[in-house]
């Protein structure tokens, strides 16, 4: 998972796929996020978390909630830090 990947994640944002979009698209209003979540078995597995489970978790508790500005590049080490406690690890 990218960097961008777990900010949006640890602020309880849904990744969702390509698919989510044509269906919300057809469809005339979006579609549950839930239906259509990105899952990643390596990145879930390597770091030992669910993508549902941890955005429910994000969800009740953001992590960035609060935050003023935009996470950069530079704040990538503390974002990941954050992401991962926000994740439950």
Avoid: N
């Avoid at 309880?12 to 990643?40: M, T």
């Avoid at 390596?42 to 489970?53: C, L, W």
């Amino acid at each position: 998972m990218s960097a961008h990947a777990l900010l949006a994640l640890a602020d309880g944002r849904p990744i969702v796929s390509s698919e989510w979009l044509e269906e919300s698209g057809h469809g005339g209003q979006p579609q549950d996020p839930a239906a259509y979540l990105l899952r990643c078995a390596f990145s879930e597995r390597r770091y030992k978390f669910t993508m549902p489970a941890s955005l429910e978790r994000a969800t009740r508790r953001r992590l960035l909630e609060g935050e003023t500005g935009r996470a950069g590049l530079g704040g990538v080490g503390r974002a990941r830090m954050g992401a991962r406690d926000a994740l439950g690890q």
